[in-house]
């Protein structure tokens, strides 16, 4: 293993300062919550500088904390692979505006986990250059991972699709 | 649709023009529903978007409504040719949350069934790889290999797929006293077989030609699309996460980690074809030093009790009541637990609020990422290659599309 996760933390804060707004472990795993605003450039930090050289993005998702202020949390998982560390990144993502900024532009691998997680619980990833459903079809109604999304709700049938008429995105 | 639309189309000329093709959902070389929405230029590919999402059932919705327990079953059913791999990588992530440490039989047991099916993984996939490109009697030695194993794994945990194998703390059954020498027969037995695969492809002129070159991605390109797994391997870079990041006591093991140099199809079949035998290998060093004692511990918490107690005392009984109907209180937090799957780094991300249900359980599905780089592999190939390079991906669709 790399550094631990306290360590890693310590390095973190030492880079950022202000700009991480709170940094815990919990169970060996290193996480921390940074502004929506400074996300891009902190994200690219990660990637860029060598003692951090988080070059490989495992996961986009979110966590749903329905009643809290602000509802959502975005959870981004790094992993380098040159120092064997990784790190958890939050943000934290108010009801009435779900958005933060696209990774794509800085990981390739962002793409499909960031339309999944548009797919599942409606946050706007800005700057994607292909936002769109991706398990579900793209009549499907709500956000099913919402956690005000009921689990037995059914969706109405949809009409029948001509693909050449819809033509087809490629 | 008004006539002279028909009439326009009929007009246009697809050897002149870009060609639009689908492919899918449901076609016979795309074992999975999947579809690729093509644009052709004669036979070449220019650009492939491919959609997925066809078998998703909702997985992390339905974990989030039943207890810890109750979602293991559901793990079954992610990467359903190596199931137990996602049982222990679910259940890693759940012990890790509790802080329980599973005793060294139970480690051991663990690992050779994983390495169990990660050798189903990899027999599924080269199997039915080198039936699309013809070569039907090396998909008939892999089955035959894989079926093998599958009698092994029926023996000790009852099922062949659908085995729930691990439950917080532990296995569900101890091996049977003939587990061991089943395993090393059928290896003896596995081994005769890839022998005879190895001669039948490896240095076959038309599986070489097909494979060699296609659907190459370079190691930059590789990690910065999150692949994983065989796939990044085969682009030379030697992240396997059971050398990286050992859980379940792997760091004890003596494997190599194979990389392949070009990227392409072949390396990615290479790759796995010497990952088999390090597999082997491991369960050969696990087989030997396979300690005695228990499979489980006998946490309260949660661990159910033995029947005679549930049937004889009215504690043992309430225990009982309490565990299944409310749920193992798994201690508030979140944990990122990665184990190596069949097709890459398999992660389970998973949130608890105290409660006795997963809050939310997330997985990191190593072919979701494949599948997602695989638009990039096919730009420039022709349209025989895609079958290939579709294979190579292995995607299996419960875990794809979860």
Known sequence: MGLSADELLAKCREAFGERILDAHQHCEDATVVIPRDAALEIFQALRDRPEFGFNMLVDVTAVDYLGQKPRFEVVTHLHSLSNNHRLRVKIRVPEDEPWVHSLVPIWKGANWVERECWDMFGIRFVGHPDLRRILMYEEFVGHPLRKDYPVEKRQPLTEERDPIEVGWKV | ?402
């Open chain 2, 1 to 402: 649709m008004a006539a002279d639309d028909l009439a326009l189309r009929a007009e246009v000329d697809p050897i002149e023009e870009i060609m639009e093709l689908q492919m899918g959902p449901s076609h016979p070389a795309t074992h999975g529903t999947i579809k690729f929405n093509l644009k052709l230029d004669g036979e070449t590919v220019i650009n492939c978007d491919v959609e997925v999402g066809y078998l998703h059932r909702g997985f992390e919705k339905m974990c989030e409504n039943g207890t810890w327990t109750q979602a293991i079953p559901y793990t079954d059913r992610l990467n359903y040719v190596s199931p137990l791999i996602n049982n222990v990588g679910f259940i890693l992530a759940v012990e890790r949350l509790c802080g329980v440490e599973v005793p060294p039989r139970c480690q051991v047991i663990r690992v050779i069934m994983s390495e169990v099916s990660r050798i189903c993984d990899h027999l599924t996939c080269l199997g039915m790889a080198s039936q699309e490109l013809g070569a039907q009697t090396v998909a008939f030695f892999m089955i035959e290999g894989r079926e093998l194993l599958w009698d092994i794994i029926e023996a000790v945990t009852g099922a062949r797929v659908t085995i729930s194998y691990t439950r917080i703390g532990g296995v569900t059954h101890d091996l049977t006293p003939d587990t061991p020498n089943r395993i090393r027969s059928a290896l003896t037995h596995l081994r005769a077989l890839l022998d005879d695969c190895d001669k039948l492809l490896t240095r076959n002129r038309i599986f070489y030609d097909r494979m060699v070159g296609i659907g190459a991605m370079s190691a930059a390109d590789a990690i910065d699309h999150g692949l994983t797994g065989p796939l990044l391997r085969a682009s030379g870079v030697p992240y396997d996460v059971r050398k990286a990041q050992p859980y379940s006591g792997y760091e004890r093991f003596d494997f190599e980690v194979p990389v392949g140099a070009q990227g392409d199809n072949y390396d990615r079949f290479l790759v796995r074809m010497n990952e088999m035998e390090q597999s082997m290998r491991i369960i050969e060093q696990a087989l030997r030093e396979l300690p005695d004692g228990p499979v489980s511990i006998a946490d309260p918490r949660f661990v159910l009790p033995e029947k005679h107690e549930v049937y004889n005392s009215i504690e043992g009984l309430m225990h009982h009541f309490k565990l299944i109907m409310e749920g193992a209180k798994v201690p508030p937090g979140e944990v990122y637990q990665a184990v190596e799957g069949g097709n890459g780094e398999l992660g389970f991300y998973v949130v608890s609020d105290g409660s006795g249900r997963p809050y939310r359980c997330r997985v990191r599905a190593p072919c979701f990422f494949g599948m997602a780089a695989l638009g990039e592999m096919m730009r420039g190939i022709m349209v025989a290659d895609i079958v290939p390079t579709f294979g190579m991906i292995n995607m299996i669709g419960g875990e794809c599309d979860r």
